[in-house]
């Protein structure tokens, strides 16, 4: 939850957020599908609560979504950039890090927030051309095996 001049945005509100983590939010990014960073309970929550509030995401959660919210759903992908709740956003990225080979790659970008002041890459590292002030690092699966999440 990134706040500034007293407007909201929310990236990857999942279920193992708080119920509440997208109500109140202006703007919404979603980085990819799984469950940990999309729970569609949520984003509805989120949309509801704020009739101007809107997401931003790609195309699988797009789809599952925009008929409900008409017009306030945006899908993105690599190289767009956008303007949400009065951040500025650049999206980075095509594609989940491999969790296993025999496991199918799925869709997955990145949000670099206010030209590097904050990017949040999902459960890829693509890496920005520019410097990251902070880095929103993910502690699970792919990146790491449950005993090192635990110790």
């Not at 979603?30 to 949309?47: I, P």
């Not at 101007?52 to 759903?73: C, D, M, N, Q």
């Not at 890459?121 to 520019?130: F, I, K, R």
């Amino acid at each position: 939850r990134l706040e500034k001049d007293g407007r909201v945005l929310v990236i990857d509100p999942g279920t193992f957020t708080e119920e509440d983590a997208a109500v109140g939010a202006e703007a919404i990014l979603v980085t990819h599908e799984h469950l940990d960073h999309f729970n569609e309970d949520r984003l509805r929550a989120g949309l509801e609560s704020n009739p101007a509030a809107e997401i931003w995401t790609l195309k699988s959660v797009a789809e599952k979504i925009s008929a409900a919210f008409p017009g306030r759903v945006h899908t993105v992908g690599h190289g767009d950039t956008f303007t949400a709740a009065g951040f500025d956003v650049q999206v980075h990225g095509e594609l989940h890090a491999v969790i296993h080979p025999d496991i199918p790659r799925i869709t997955n970008v990145g949000y670099l927030i206010d030209g590097g002041r904050v990017f949040h890459p999902g459960d890829a590292l693509t890496v920005p051309e520019q410097p990251v002030e902070t880095l929103m690092l993910p502690v699970m699966a792919p990146w790491n095996k449950i005993a090192e999440v635990i110790d």
